[in-house]
């Protein structure tokens, strides 16, 4: 499957941003998807996961409250919903999927093997 992020941008803090990652070339149904972000120089971090039919979620402490995650199956799209943002949410933001993924791992990066090209979101103060 190819994932194609996008939706990043300049935004000050408290605002707001939608990632989309739209997916292609397999049935995105298949799929456990996750949001992961990176500041450079530092390891990546989990954000958000969900499963194939959005009947779970999980999130980083960091972001519980303010992020949500779902997915569009009809239109092979992901989305995280940023809201309230601080400085501190700067980084690329990547996502993932996994066919095989189990519930319990989904807040690891290693359980993921598609991994979409990442967008930067910069929040300033």
């Known amino acids: 499957v190819q994932l194609q992020a996008s939706g990043g941008g300049l935004v000050q803090a408290g605002g707001s941003l939608r990632l989309s990652c739209v997916a292609s070339?397999?049935?995105?149904?298949?799929?456990?998807m996750a949001w992961f972000r990176q500041v450079l120089g530092k390891e990546r971090e989990f954000v958000a996961a969900?499963?194939?039919?959005?009947?779970?979620?999980r999130y980083a402490d960091s972001v519980k409250g303010r992020f949500t995650i779902s997915r569009d199956n009809a239109k092979n799209t992901l989305y995280l919903q940023m809201n309230s943002l601080t400085p501190d949410d700067t980084a690329v933001y990547y996502c993932?999927?996994?066919?095989?993924?189990?519930?319990?791992?989904?807040?690891?990066?290693?359980?993921?093997?598609?991994w979409g090209q990442g967008t930067l979101v910069t929040v300033s103060s």
């Open positions: 070339g397999r049935p995105f149904n298949n799929f456990r």
């Open positions: 969900i499963t194939r039919s959005s009947s779970s979620t």
């Open positions: 993932a999927a996994s066919e095989t993924v189990i519930i319990s791992a989904m807040r690891s990066d290693g359980a993921y093997q598609h």
